[in-house]
């Protein structure tokens, strides 16, 4: 993995002797309680041919994972195309370089004649040539089954059937051929909203792949299976209209345990599924038919799935009768419906590199109730997360603050490169799993390898943090209790478990103390001390670029794009007060639309607008820690590997009443212009985004002897609209698509909750 150059003004040998000293006061914790874990990075929503992707699964398994041919490989991966349905033999490849015994390159019957060029995935995909993973299903000889749409020799194949006849095997086949931890998943289109990560991985990868002898030549015969997953799309995915029960093979059932089912007004007795008509109500119907999806998965495979709303900003807030987005109290039934499965969101959204950021943007839909479009929820992202993540005080928090397991996550949203090929390092579109996002997760696999069940129990901890650019790549986060006397706490004991656990890749288990997705339980009157350790990693980070990032260079700050350094780290605290009652006043909440938050200027309004249910004002940055000033971090160099790291601490003093701590970073400091305000908070990404050029405000003017050394020929030109005062930097080129991603990097982690004897109980977490 290559890594970036840190430029913390602490000298080296000074360093090195604070971390000898800090390793040496680091007291035996091992324990029983929990099974020896790391942090781990994955992906859980990207896309191949088998939907609307532009490459085959071989090859985004190859881009994702790799660590030679690309450099950014994950340590696990789940490929997730949508729910519904497609007419690509997403099992053949590019060329031979991608041929394995079992699925070789066929050059003669599928020859791949090009390369893929795509507009997005709002817009149109064309294949520059034909062939290999766009030869269709009956081109290659494949019958869709079921009540398949299309006309011959295009017909399309049901993801049900693609997944349980083509993509789990060959996803089973892989993982044990490249010995890498692999599993599938779809992103379902959700009834009544817009999309969710989503996976059950029962029967997936079993533990008999690891001594099984893989065929040396054509055809693979899974050992596992991926029926459950491939039901549960055909059963509760709204663009699966099949009604076929998965042909005579599977005769689906869809009913839920102790629900209505045949008595509910939406039951379809041929389908045996809800079917919810359109029209008026849809959303509601809609909903209530997800709700039903998660209670089918809290039953049969409630430790075994994951439901996880994915850019759940960009359709815009939730439409009653029609298939939108997502308000708070969804958020609350799913979470409620099925605690161990609805367990967080995709708050920090895919297509990073878009004209709009994330693809959410200004009027991005119509909607039934009103004749004007509605923007997404926020108008635009925020650093490149979503508005219900990235304020503080504001939807995630008004969850945490009920003492929820509702955790944050990030995915890739691969498709394709926009104008590019999928070789390309450019992009007007997205970026590959793990080359700009990523999830650190906590596996706790012991001695055993990386397993699909293990992963899954770590994504459903919380136990995880989110990182963009590789701006961090370690994390320890712990708070423990002190109290007055004989069981006070030093800092520096505290700091010793963080140094020892961030530089071994791993957390802690030591009684009195808690980690991400736990909580602490203490007396009144008890002091928490939360220690902090991270790696902003030394050497390049994986943009192609190597000019000095413009959004810095507003503030006089000269820093390679491709070599950013942490600027500070934001501790948030907020109170909890526990679960709100469904149908109370505070319940439910919808996002301020439109400019009633986003100005046409791109400032925002404040909090004060946002309805009960949908904030916690309790919520603030409680203290920020830097490489300068009284609240400086101290850097040292790791004992085990020689890199260094930055630790701080800090002491909350006296609580009475049960909270939250959770953690953000940057790159950027606080008042960089049309990025950060005064507070260090991220502005809306309407000044970087590529679709409204009288917005963008970042000039790139860098001359380079390539498109890496200086600003790409594909950065817009800014322009100044036909009223009104004139663009600063009209007729310039404008920091956009993948630079403005590579130029404003973020993290954040999960929370740790803090619960005070006598006080809220925070129910949601053990």
């Known amino acids: 993995m290559r890594m970036k150059l840190s430029k913390n003004k602490i000298a080296l040998a000074v360093a090195t002797a604070i971390s000898t000293s800090v390793i040496l006061m680091v ?44 450099p950014w490989g994950l340590d696990w991966f789940v490929q997730a195309g949508h729910g519904g349905n497609g ?35 709002t817009g149109s995909i064309a294949a520059m040539g034909s062939g290999g993973p766009y030869t269709t299903w009956e081109q290659s000889g494949v019958t869709p089954k079921g009540l398949s749409s299309g006309t011959s020799p295009n017909k399309n194949m049901w993801r049900w059937q693609s997944m349980q006849e083509y993509q789990y095997p060959l996803i089973e086949y892989l993982n044990a051929y490249q010995n890498k931890p692999l599993f599938l998943g779809v992103e379902s289109v959700v009834a009544g909203h817009e999309h969710a990560s989503v996976s059950v991985i029962t029967g997936q990868i079993p533990a008999a792949l690891d001594t099984y002898t893989l065929p040396s030549s054509a055809g693979y015969t899974a050992l596992g299976n991926g029926t459950m997953l491939a039901k549960w799309e ?66 049969y495979a409630s430790n075994q799935s994951y439901y996880l709303p994915t850019h759940l900003e960009r359709a815009g807030p939730f439409d009653a009768n029609g298939n939108q987005g997502f308000n708070i109290e969804h958020l609350r039934n799913f979470n409620n419906a099925a605690p161990t499965v609805a367990f967080g969101f995709e ?6 590199a878009s004209a709009n950021r994330g693809e959410y943007q200004v009027k991005r839909n119509t909607f039934s109730d009103t004749t004007t479009k509605v923007d997404s929820v926020g108008g635009t992202t925020y650093g490149g997360t979503g508005v219900y993540g990235a304020v503080v005080g504001g939807v995630w928090d008004a969850l945490l603050g009920e003492g929820r397991n509702y955790w944050f996550f990030a995915s890739s949203d691969w498709h394709n490169r926009g104008s590019f090929g999928p070789d390309d390092r450019r992009s007007t579109q997205d970026f590959y799993p793990g080359e700009y996002q990523r999830n650190y997760t906590m596996v ?55 140094v020892s656990a961030a530089t071994n890749n791993t957390d802690i288990d030591v009684a009195g103390c808690a980690t991400m997705g736990e909580k602490l339980k203490v007396r009144s009157g008890a002091e928490i001390v939360v220690s902090i350790v991270v790696r902003d990693p030394a050497g390049t980070n994986y943009s192609p670029y190597t000019f000095n990032n413009p959004a810095l260079t507003q503030i006089g700050v000269s820093q390679p794009i491709n070599r950013p350094v942490l600027d500070h780290i934001d501790m948030i605290r907020g109170l909890v007060t526990g679960y709100k009652t469904p149908g109370s006043s505070d319940y439910s909440g919808e996002w301020p639309r439109n400019t009633n938050w986003l ?43 020689g890199t260094q790291f930055l630790k701080m601490t800090y002491r909350i003093p006296a609580v009475s009443a049960s909270q939250y701590v959770r953690l953000r970073g940057s790159n950027l400091p606080a008042s960089v212009p049309y990025e950060t305000d005064a507070n260090g908070n991220p502005l809306a990404d309407v000044y970087t985004n590529a679709s409204d050029t009288t917005m963008l405000r970042i000039p790139c003017t860098v001359t380079g002897s390539t498109q890496y050394d200086g600003c790409p020929s594909h950065l817009p030109t800014a322009t100044s609209p036909s009223t009104g005062t004139a663009n600063p930097i009209a007729s310039q080129k404008a920091v956009a698509y993948d630079v403005a991603a590579w130029a404003d990097l973020w993290f954040y982690s999960n929370p740790i909750y803090v619960e005070v004897a006598g006080g809220t109980v925070v129910a949601g977490v053990k």
């Open 87 to 121: 007419n690509r033999n997403c099992t053949l490849i590019e060329d031979s370089t991608l041929a394995t015994p079992a699925y070789s390159y066929d050059a003669t019957n599928y020859p791949f004649n090009g390369s893929f060029v795509g507009t997005g995935t």
């Open 234 to 299: 055909y059963c509760f995915d709204r663009n699966d209209s099949d009604t076929s029960r998965g042909s005579v093979l599977n005769q689906w059932d869809c009913s839920v345990p102790g629900s209505l089912n045949a008595s509910d007004v939406s039951w379809n007795s041929t389908a045996m599924k809800l079917v919810p008509a359109s029209g008026t109500g849809t959303g509601t119907k809609g909903h209530n038919k997800t709700v039903e999806a998660l209670k089918w998965m809290a039953s």
């Open 599 to 641: 100005h046409a200027d791109g400032t925002t309004e404040s909090l004060s607008v946002v309805p009960a249910g949908a904030k916690n004002t309790s919520a603030a940055v409680i203290k920020t820690f830097n490489g300068n000033g009284s609240s400086q971090w101290t850097a040292f160099v790791s004992p085990i590997d």
């Open 444 to 498: 706790r696999n012991g001695t055993d390898k990386l397993r699909p069940q293990t992963i899954v129990d770590g994504l459903r901890t919380g136990n995880n943090f989110a990182s963009s650019g590789q701006l961090i790549d370690r994390m320890a986060f712990i708070a423990c209790a002190s109290y007055p006397g004989v069981a006070a706490r030093t800092s520096s004991s505290v700091e010793a478990l963080a």
């Open 347 to 352: 708050t920090q959204p895919g297509h990073g």
């Open 27 to 70: 007291p035996n914790v091992a324990s029983a309680a929990k099974t020896p874990g790391k942090y781990v990075a994955g992906d859980v929503h990207n896309h191949s041919t088998c939907s609307d992707g532009s490459i085959s699964m071989q090859k985004l398994v190859k881009k994702s994972t790799d660590r030679t041919d690309t």
